[in-house]
């Protein structure tokens, strides 16, 4: 399906916990002197407004960064990253994830990103068309090809809108498949935290058969009456240390339980 557009969606809470951790597992990794692979299988048009007809119909963007940007200290890698966006595009853009990763990661890395939907690979192609690969293709497919990349060190974000509800039941397969072949991979899966919680199976199987998985979620209340979304998820293998205390301090952040 390729209905979804992050547009209506981008900065709300999810996006928050989601970004502030990758940013933070880039920005420290990016620390040692040895360059980095950078996958990522869903990655949306890179650049968001805020003040976009989309962003102001849901509301999502006013209830996450736009409260919580204050919240977080200017030299936290994920505010880098969106001062950096804000300088150059506007205060009221906002960084996706691949743009986050173009701001942290060095020109020596190396930026694979997939996305099939039509307008939002042309608009992710003029953006970091110069910077990354990007392939008008299945994420999973182009990650199982590339893996493992060169180099071997790097981070692997896997980010599917799950409007392909039997993306749930692929995704465990599709972890262990990647992980048998990149043992060495940082590998981050995004996932929505649901009211009839399609999340749990997925996330069981994968923690059951990955002994070294890591689970950091935040839960909040649904942002408008009818919203079925009351949390977000991020599971990790390969964790950078002290990543958990991190997740710790950005749920705080947030307010979230």
Known sequence: MLSYQHGYHAGNL?????????????????????????????????????????????????????????????EHPYMRAIDGLRAGHGIMTYPGSPMIAAHLLRQS??????????????????????????????GFELAQALCPPQPR?????????YEVKADYDRIPRFIE????????????????????????????????AQSGAQVFEARFPPIRAGHRMVGTGLLVLNA??????????????MGAE
């Open 240 to 253: 950078p240390w002290g990543m958990a205390e991190e997740a710790a301090r950005i749920k705080a952040l």
């Open 153 to 161: 060190r790097g981070v692997v974000m896997i980010d599917p809108s």
């Open 177 to 208: 498949a990647i992980h048998r072949k990149w043992n060495v991979g940082v590998i981050l899966l995004w996932y929505p935290i649901l009211e009839a919680g399609p999340h749990a199976a997925m996330r069981d199987q994968i923690t059951d």
């Open 109 to 138: 890395d190396r930026m694979t990103l997939a996305e099939l939907h039509p307008q939002e690979h042309a608009a992710l192609v003029a953006v970091l068309g110069q910077r990354a690969r990007i392939e008008k293709r299945c």
């Open 14 to 74: 999810a996006d928050v916990h989601k970004h502030a951790l990758l940013a933070w597992v880039l920005d420290y990794m990016a620390a040692k002197d040895k360059p980095l692979s950078y996958l990522e299988t869903h990655a949306g048009r890179g650049l968001y407004r805020l003040d976009a007809n989309e962003a102001r119909k849901t509301g999502e963007a006013a209830a996450g960064i736009l409260r919580l940007a204050q919240a977080f200290a200017p």
